[in-house]
């Protein structure tokens, strides 16, 4: 079986920093995504995991721990156009698909 | 071009019609998906294309007929919809083994 836990909502300042965690059990385990989702409006992709360790795009970065079974995106210098939903997804061996989490909203505040 | 489209943008039908969506993508992607969103909720997967075989679906009902034309294309037929079927419906195509997949806009459904 699976299960991927991510909070629900979180609030955050512009111009600060925030960490969004996803934790996960998941047999096979080959990788992680993050996606981000404005709403009414598709996802895009973010970043992908499959490695220990972070991984850097800009003001967004992504870190995942195999052993602990966690992942967090970091976002800096946080904007107003950040304000959506993200979605930690998993991967898995031999799947054609991936597993969604429930998806976080961020309310960004000026 | 990385882009995934869709049509219709926005799509209102009666419980009696018969209507389908669809998507292309020139990517040259060998996956293509057809998920579920409803408001506040993540995407819920229903099918899954590998080179224009069908490889998952997932419980959907039968009123939901997926077609895959050619590499490019994928089609999903709608018939005897329910109210509750009203969702956004999304595309998807990746190159295969579930690797990043590229969604299309979506198309908003509304069954009355």
């Known amino acids: 079986g699976q299960n991927i836990d991510q909070p629900t909502e979180m609030t955050a300042t512009e111009g600060a920093i925030v960490q969004i965690n996803c934790t996960y059990q998941t047999s096979g385990f080959n990788g992680l995504f993050w996606y981000q989702q404005h709403a009414g409006e598709a996802p895009t992709f973010l970043s992908y995991?499959?490695?220990?360790g972070l991984e850097e795009k800009g003001r967004f970065s992504s870190f995942l721990s195999r052993s602990k079974g966690y992942s967090y995106l970091l976002l800096k210098e946080l904007q107003m156009k950040d304000s959506a939903s993200y979605l930690c997804?998993?991967?898995?061996?031999?799947?054609?698909?991936?597993?969604f989490g429930k998806g976080t909203r961020l309310h960004i505040l000026p | 071009d990385t882009e995934v489209t869709q049509t219709p943008k926005h799509l209102v039908m009666g419980m009696t019609n018969k209507k389908s969506l669809k998507c292309e993508q020139h990517m040259g992607h060998r996956a293509m998906y057809w998920y579920k969103q409803k408001a506040k909720k993540p995407p819920e997967l229903m099918f899954v294309y590998s080179y224009e075989k069908l490889s998952i679906n997932e419980s959907v009902p039968s009123r939901f007929s997926p077609e895959c034309p050619n590499s490019s294309l994928l089609n999903l037929h709608l018939h005897a919809l329910q109210p509750e079927d009203s969702a956004l419906y999304l595309c998807a195509s990746s190159q295969g083994g579930a690797l990043e997949q590229y969604f299309g806009p979506g198309t908003r459904l509304t069954v009355t």
């Open positions: 995991n499959v490695l220990d």
């Open positions: 997804a998993v991967r898995r061996w031999g799947d054609d698909k991936i597993i």
